[in-house]
C-alpha cells in the first residue's frame, strides 16, 4: 500500500472488478451518501467571464457565522492544506501532527521540509510537545472519527507560541459546535472545513479556512486571483441553499449508522470498534484488512485499509456509513 494512499479509487476498484462503476458499493470514502436538492441549470451557466466570487465568499461566511474577512476559499481541502504549509514555513519548522491522521498533512510536512512530530492521540494526547510549532488536530478525527474536547489544548498551544490548525471537515456530521466561536481569543488558531464531505459532492473541489482577517489577508497574498471554477462557485452556493438538507443527512445517516455498528458488533471479524461521531467507522479485525477486501471483492465492495496511518496495522479498516441498501448487501458479505 502506498504511503499517502486514499480510498475512494472506484474507477480503479471497478476495473479490477471487470464491473462498471455503477455496480461498485464505495464503503471507502468518507462522503456523504445524502446529497443535498439543487436548482441549477448549468446548461445556462455563462462562463465567458472570469468568475466572481463575492456572493460565494458572502454565502460561505454566512454558513460558517464569521465576517466575510475572516475566510479564504481554496479548490479543495488538500489545495487549502498545501498552501498553508508552504505560508507558515517561512515562521515554522517543525511540524507536530496529532496522529493518526488526514494523510495530506504528512504528506505536506514532507514537502515542505519541516521537522515532524508525532503525537499519539490515542496513548498521549497529553505528551508535551516543542515550543514554537505548527500544530495539526483533526477534530472530529479520521479515520476513527473522535471528538475531542480540545479547550485545554488550545490554552496550552497558544502559551507555547504555536500556530494551530483544526480540521473540522466532519464536524458537521458530529452534532456539536464549531471552534469558530473561540478565533477571537487565539490569534494564531486557523480552522479548515471541507464542504465537500458533508455535502456529498468530492468532484466539486471547495475548502475553507477560517481565521483572523489579519491572517486571512496574509493567507490571500500568496494565492491566485482565480482559483475556483464557476461551476463549483454556483454548486456550492445552491447547495446552501438547502435548508432541510442537515435535518435530512443527520437523520439517514444516524439510521444507516446504527445498522452499521449492529452489523460490525455481531460479526466475529471484527476485534474492537473504535467510538466515532464521524460518518465513517474504524475497527481492529481478526484477520487483516487485505484479506476482508478480498472477501469483499466478489460483492463488489470497497473498504479503507489503514495500515498506512501512524499507529495503526495491517488489520485496522475504515468502514463508511452509507445507505441502508448498501449496508445489508454489505453484511451478506460479511457473513459469507
Known amino acids: 500500500m502506498k504511503i499517502f494512499q486514499h480510498g475512494g479509487d472506484v474507477i480503479g476498484f471497478a476495473k479490477s472488478c471487470k464491473c462498471s462503476v455503477e455496480e461498485v458499493i464505495d464503503l471507502s470514502s468518507n462522503i456523504n451518501f445524502v446529497k443535498p436538492t439543487i436548482d441549477i441549470d448549468f446548461n445556462n451557466l455563462d462562463i465567458s467571464a472570469y468568475p466572481n466570487y463575492d456572493k460565494l465568499y458572502e454565502e460561505i461566511a454566512k454558513h460558517y457565522d464569521v465576517s466575510i474577512d475572516e475566510i479564504e476559499l481554496f479548490n479543495g481541502g488538500s489545495s487549502a492544506i498545501f498552501s498553508f504549509f508552504r505560508l507558515l514555513k517561512a515562521r515554522y519548522n517543525r ?173 466475529p471479524l471484527v476485534e474492537k470498534i473504535y467510538p466515532s461521531f464521524a460518518n465513517y467507522i474504524l475497527v481492529k479485525l481478526n484477520i487483516s484488512a487485505k484479506e476482508l477486501q478480498k472477501k469483499l471483492l466478489s460483492y463488489k465492495i470497497m473498504i479503507r485499509s489503514c495500515e498506512n496511518f501512524d499507529g495503526l496495522t495491517i488489520y485496522h479498516a475504515r468502514i463508511a456509513v452509507k445507505s441502508m441498501q448498501d449496508l445489508e448487501i454489505f453484511k451478506k458479505a460479511l457473513n459469507a
Open 95 to 267: 511540524c507536530t501532527i496529532y496522529s493518526p491522521a488526514y494523510l495530506e498533512y504528512k504528506k505536506s510536512a514532507k514537502t515542505f521540509g519541516y521537522e515532524l512530530d508525532i503525537v499519539d492521540r490515542f496513548d498521549n494526547i497529553n505528551k508535551n510537545i516543542a515550543n514554537k510549532s505548527l500544530v495539526i488536530f483533526v477534530n472530529p478525527s479520521t479515520p476513527d472519527g473522535m471528538l475531542y474536547d480540545i479547550d485545554e489544548l488550545l490554552d496550552i498551544w497558544h502559551k507555547q507560541n504555536s500556530t494551530v490548525l483544526v480540521d473540522e471537515s466532519f464536524i458537521e456530521f458530529g452534532h456539536t459546535s464549531s471552534i469558530t466561536s473561540k478565533l477571537s481569543r487565539y490569534p494564531n488558531l486557523y480552522i479548515l472545513k471541507s464542504m465537500t464531505k458533508f455535502f456529498g459532492s468530492a468532484g466539486i473541489r471547495m475548502g475553507t479556512i477560517i481565521s483572523q482577517a489579519n491572517n486571512i489577508k496574509l493567507l490571500k497574498k500568496s494565492e491566485p486571483l482565480w482559483k475556483i471554477s464557476e461551476f463549483d462557485s454556483n454548486y456550492i452556493q445552491a447547495v446552501l441553499k438547502d435548508r432541510e438538507f442537515k435535518k435530512r443527512s443527520d437523520s439517514l445517516n444516524a439510521k444507516s449508522k446504527r445498522y452499521l455498528m449492529q452489523i460490525l458488533k455481531s460479526s
